[in-house]
């Protein structure tokens, strides 16, 4: 955040510290499942592994006006990814679509009717950002510093709103490829990635001396998961 910080534990707890004057820094009692956070100006958000959105902190803008960007809209659900602008929220639901709540006086909430296929979202001071899953990106509030312009016409891969700065890595194919796995008795963890958009997390469970590959519920929250795939074989261990 400005001047907070958040963190994940292992476990799906939130570790925060810094700044406490709105109450960003206090995690509520009980906070569990966590697997991901964002820090805005003075609030935070974070991701269940339920696809719920749980917010604390200040809900004023920066001249004290209320907007509401730690008063998660009721009935929210099935989110898979979060960000937190300066004084606003974005989530990214499984079905593509995209919500925001807070201060909206440049139209940094101002998401199209009808946007769906969104993968990614970053919020600035006064500007959002939305990367889709072809590669293109939704370009929301104030351009006045050049923020929320993209470079060029190539895809991208990932997108990230500073104050008044965006940065963008740039979209290019590689083979999929494994990047770690883990066996815990019975489970068998499988995490491999093709493009820097499309990563994927399997699970290989054994039950009656039979293996099927099931699409794991941790998968909520990882920046850009796109899609679930059989891997095929087991790797060597």
């Known amino acids: 955040g400005h001047w907070h910080s958040l963190a994940v534990t292992e476990d799906g707890r939130v570790v925060a510290w810094g700044d406490n004057s709105a109450g960003q820094a206090s995690v509520p009692l009980g906070l569990s499942d966590v697997i991901a956070v964002a820090a805005g100006a003075r609030h935070s958000l974070a991701l269940t592994r339920q696809g719920r959105v749980v917010a604390w902190g200040d809900n004023r803008n920066a001249i004290a006006v209320w907007v509401g960007q730690a008063a998660v809209p009721q009935g929210l659900s099935n989110v898979v990814s979060i960000a937190a602008g300066a004084y606003h929220s974005l989530a990214v639901l499984a079905d593509g679509r995209v919500i925001g709540w807070g201060d909206n006086s440049f139209g940094q909430i101002a998401v199209p009717p009808g946007l769906t296929g969104a993968v990614a979202a970053s919020g600035g001071v006064a500007h959002s950002l939305i990367l889709l899953n072809d590669g293109s990106v939704v370009r929301l509030g104030n351009n006045l510093y050049g923020q929320a312009e993209v470079p060029g016409d190539r895809p991208l891969a990932w997108i990230s709103a500073g104050g008044y700065h965006s940065a963008f890595l740039l ?24 493009w820097p958009r499309q990563r994927y997390v399997l699970e290989y469970q054994e ?30 261990q």
Do not use: C, H
């Open 171 to 194: 979209d290019f194919l590689r083979p999929i490829r494994m990047v770690r796995y883990e066996r815990k008795g019975s489970r068998f963890d499988l995490w491999i990635q093709a």
């Open 207 to 236: 039950e009656l001396g039979t293996g099927a590959w099931n699409g794991l519920p941790a998968v909520r929250g990882l920046p850009g998961l796109v899609r679930l795939e059989d891997p095929g074989p087991l790797p060597e």
